[in-house]
């Protein structure tokens, strides 16, 4: 085995320690992790958790998550540096003016935001879970933050709400382009395009399948084809390759987020050798942001 894999299991042990992994992360992350997942099952596992110490391998709002669901926990994020842009893409003041502007209107923040966005919401979503939540809420406004064009794509599917979109995205899916996948469709005509609703909407009009990181390796895994375009982040192809050794599958130029990229073994040991970095946040603060999540958990059961 090899030594850093043997040396994280012996920290493990030794600290009571457990480690989380999102899709995005490395290879060599994803093997080392108890559990991996998106956004949604990481929120859910966390909350299941029994060991003292979490290592949280993906960017700072998954700490952040991880943290207001264990407040009593050492969460680590092995690098503090890990951060998601589209996390910061809301302001509090733009929040405030739709609620003065728009009666019996609720905010509905994407997982994917910082733990202060949280707390200026009313529910949580993440892609998986998005569309059933707003489908769910009595209030026909909805202002969906941070990121516009997974609300728009949940626009389409409820006309009866009034979606009010926020100017945020991820700058990762969000270059990709129709002309991107149109040349992929040329080259593998027989292949089926599986899209993330956080692209933009001329992308997911292409999908033969639009849906979550966990939904795009579910759809792949009960499909009879062959040939997949993958429109979300390369990381998603370590599970793909591990349970469809016989299926092949393309990707629209480089599609890489380089933050969920910083976890690296050598920062999960130092993470557990040295207790840092560690999230923290005030009392008030998890306090503030739990309400929105546990009703994320609580509507989409």
Same mark, same amino acid.
């Given at each position: 085995?090899?030594?850093?894999?043997?040396?994280?299991?012996?920290? !493990?042990?030794?600290?009571?320690?457990?480690?989380?992994?999102?899709?995005?992360?490395?290879?060599?992350v994803q093997e080392v992790a108890d559990y991996i997942g998106d956004s949604y099952f990481l929120s859910e596992k966390a909350r299941e958790l029994k060991e003292d110490v979490i290592v949280m391998c993906?960017?700072?709002?998954?700490?952040?998550?991880?943290? =207001?669901?264990?407040?009593?926990?050492?969460?680590? +994020?092995?690098?503090?540096?890990?951060?998601?842009?589209?996390?910061?893409?809301?302001? %509090?003041?733009? =929040?405030? @003016? &739709?609620?003065?502007?728009?009666?019996?209107?609720?905010?509905?923040?994407?997982v994917n935001s910082t733990a202060k966005l949280k707390s200026y919401s009313d529910v949580c979503v993440t892609s998986a879970n998005a569309l059933k939540i707003v489908k769910n809420l009595p209030n026909k406004n909805i202002?969906?933050?941070?990121?516009?064009?997974?609300?728009?794509? &949940?626009?389409?599917q409820v006309p009866e709400k009034?979606?009010?979109?926020?100017?945020?995205?991820?700058?990762?899916?969000?270059?990709?382009?129709?002309?991107?996948?149109?040349?992929l469709k040329e080259l593998h005509p027989e292949a089926k395009v599986m899209v993330h609703p956080e692209c933009q909407k001329e992308v997911v009009e292409l999908a033969d399948y639009i849906g979550s990181t966990s939904g795009i390796i579910k759809a792949v895994a009960n499909s009879s084809d062959k040939e997949f375009i993958i429109s979300? @982040?390369?990381? %998603? +192809?370590?599970?793909?390759r591990l349970n469809n050794p016989d299926k092949k599958f393309y990707m629209p130029k480089e599609?890489?987020?380089?933050?969920?990229?910083?976890?690296?073994?050598d920062k999960i040991?130092?993470?557990?050798?040295?207790?840092?970095?560690?999230?923290?946040?005030?009392?008030?603060?998890? @306090?503030?942001?739990?309400?929105? +999540?546990? !009703?994320?958990?609580?509507?989409?059961k």
């Amino acid at each position: 085995m090899n030594k850093k894999i043997e040396r994280i299991n012996e920290l !493990k042990r030794e600290k009571n320690g457990v480690i989380l992994a999102h899709y995005y992360t490395e290879p060599e992350v994803q093997e080392v992790a108890d559990y991996i997942g998106d956004s949604y099952f990481l929120s859910e596992k966390a909350r299941e958790l029994k060991e003292d110490v979490i290592v949280m391998c993906g960017v700072s709002f998954m700490g952040e998550c991880v943290k =207001i669901l264990n407040p009593e926990k050492t969460v680590l +994020l092995p690098d503090a540096e890990a951060d998601c842009p589209m996390a910061h893409m809301a302001s %509090i003041e733009k =929040i405030q @003016e &739709v609620k003065v502007n728009n009666e019996d209107v609720a905010v509905v923040c994407y997982v994917n935001s910082t733990a202060k966005l949280k707390s200026y919401s009313d529910v949580c979503v993440t892609s998986a879970n998005a569309l059933k939540i707003v489908k769910n809420l009595p209030n026909k406004n909805i202002f969906f933050i941070p990121d516009q064009h997974l609300g728009r794509y &949940v626009a389409t599917q409820v006309p009866e709400k009034n979606i009010i979109l926020n100017d945020g995205c991820c700058p990762i899916h969000a270059k990709v382009t129709k002309e991107d996948i149109l040349k992929l469709k040329e080259l593998h005509p027989e292949a089926k395009v599986m899209v993330h609703p956080e692209c933009q909407k001329e992308v997911v009009e292409l999908a033969d399948y639009i849906g979550s990181t966990s939904g795009i390796i579910k759809a792949v895994a009960n499909s009879s084809d062959k040939e997949f375009i993958i429109s979300t @982040e390369d990381g %998603i +192809l370590y599970e793909l390759r591990l349970n469809n050794p016989d299926k092949k599958f393309y990707m629209p130029k480089e599609f890489q987020c380089k933050d969920m990229k910083k976890i690296s073994l050598d920062k999960i040991i130092k993470a557990f050798e040295t207790n840092e970095p560690q999230v923290r946040l005030t009392k008030d603060e998890i @306090e503030k942001a739990y309400k929105p +999540l546990e !009703k994320m958990l609580e509507l989409s059961k």
